[in-house]
């Protein structure tokens, strides 16, 4: 279920970049409010165009992939299984380190021939 609305996501999406690639310009934009052509108000209180099929698929496909977005959303964050950064129990397989006591030596290792690795030289 969530590939298949993953991808009605991806189409959705390509479809409205071409829907809104192939709207003509409205020819304002942000130049306008500049006061070239006309005042802001003209574009505010104008009155309302009327909507093309380009108008109307923009809306259309614009809810839609609003709403996937939500359903996925929803979906991707409830099958999540949330972990924890602190690891709460150590491995069995490590042993604590042996402590280090002051003017304690080590013992070596036993060389293969016997030899304890100190010479005495």
Known sequence: MYSILL??????????SV??????????GLAAVG????????GVLGGRQATTVLTRATWGAGAAFMILALILSIM???TAVPESVIQVDAPA????????LPGV????????????????N
């Open 76 to 78: 991707s964050s409830r």
């Open 35 to 42: 006061g070239s052509g006309g005042t802001m108000a003209d």
């Open 7 to 16: 991808a009605a996501l991806v189409l959705d999406g390509l479809f409205l």
């Open 93 to 100: 397989t490590q042993s604590a380190p042996a402590p280090v």
């Open 105 to 120: 030596q080590e013992p070596t290792a036993v060389q293969p021939d016997g030899n304890s690795g100190n010479d005495g």
């Open 19 to 28: 829907v809104i690639l192939m709207q003509a310009g409205k020819g304002g």
